[in-house]
């Protein structure tokens, strides 16, 4: 399993802005920090933003910071704003295997990724991969 270049640039983002302990930050300071494109990383942030995962402040003094705690925010969460509700496709390939009824090997997976990933939070990450400072 991969993650879209987008998500990837969110969930970094989301952690530079947890480690800033509460200061707020622009996207052009964290897009030099990390060397992610502002531009790019301008528009996940107003998707963020939007979803109430972040808030923004404009102005002189501006920045953006977390919205709620992130022992609150999911990598499931992270997804389905960034990327949007996503299809299935049938790990082996089963034409019958649906998002409604998943063949044995999907049901398996999904189960596994799900415990893994989709109740992972954002604090979870940087507490577990300890390379995210």
Avoid: W
């Amino acid at each position: 399993m991969s993650f879209t270049k987008q998500v990837q640039y969110a969930i970094q983002m989301l952690i530079h802005i947890e480690n800033s302990t509460g200061h707020l930050l622009t996207v052009k300071e964290i897009a030099d920090k990390r060397d992610l494109p502002h531009n790019f990383l301008q528009k996940i942030a107003q998707n963020l933003t939007r979803n109430n995962i972040i808030e923004s402040k404009r102005g002189r003094n501006g920045g953006v910071k977390l919205k709620k705690p992130s022992d609150e925010i999911t990598v499931k969460e992270i997804i389905r704003v960034v990327d949007g509700p996503s299809g299935h496709d049938c790990i082996i390939g089963e034409y019958s295997c649906t998002p409604e009824n998943l063949c044995h090997v999907c049901s398996h997976y999904n189960s596994h990724f799900a415990e893994l990933y989709f109740n992972t939070t954002l604090k979870n990450l940087m507490t577990k991969e300890h390379c995210c400072k």
